[in-house]
């Protein structure tokens, strides 16, 4: 089993900042890739920002220069800074990862439940 357990959303107001952790936990053999995603009401699931094992990042051209993705790798951690927060931002974030557990040869994509981020006019 593996789990993906998000912590850190809330409201705040425009020009705010927020900071979202991700902790990946069970029987897993190796992480490639932690990140973040996040889904509006009424669209789609759309990426925010990845990172590697070896720390390249990628991120979404509309929070370019405003967030900021890290991860620990002895703590299978990823978070996200979040700053100059606007409304547009608002949307369920989910965390993101793509591993290999102990119980299998292959690597799979898991997800966390989501968490809020609310951004007020």
């Known amino acids: 089993q593996v789990q993906l357990v998000e912590s850190g959303g809330g409201l705040v107001q425009t020009g705010g900042s927020l900071r979202l952790s991700c902790t990946a936990s069970?029987?897993?053999?190796?992480?490639?890739?932690m990140g973040w995603y996040r889904q509006a009401p009424g669209n789609q699931r759309e990426f925010v920002a990845g990172?590697?094992?070896?720390?390249?990042?990628n991120y979404a051209d509309s929070v370019k220069g405003r967030f900021i993705i890290s991860r620990e790798n002895a703590k299978n951690t990823v978070s996200l800074q979040m700053n100059s927060l606007k409304p547009e931002d608002t949307a369920v974030y989910y965390c993101?990862?793509?591993?290999?557990?102990?119980?299998?040869?292959?690597?799979?994509?898991?997800w966390g439940q989501g968490t809020q981020v609310t951004v007020s006019l």
């Open positions: 993101n990862s793509n591993l290999r557990s102990l119980l299998t040869t292959f690597f799979n994509d898991y």
């Open positions: 069970g029987s897993i053999y190796m992480i490639k890739t």
């Open positions: 990172i590697t094992n070896d720390g390249r990042t």
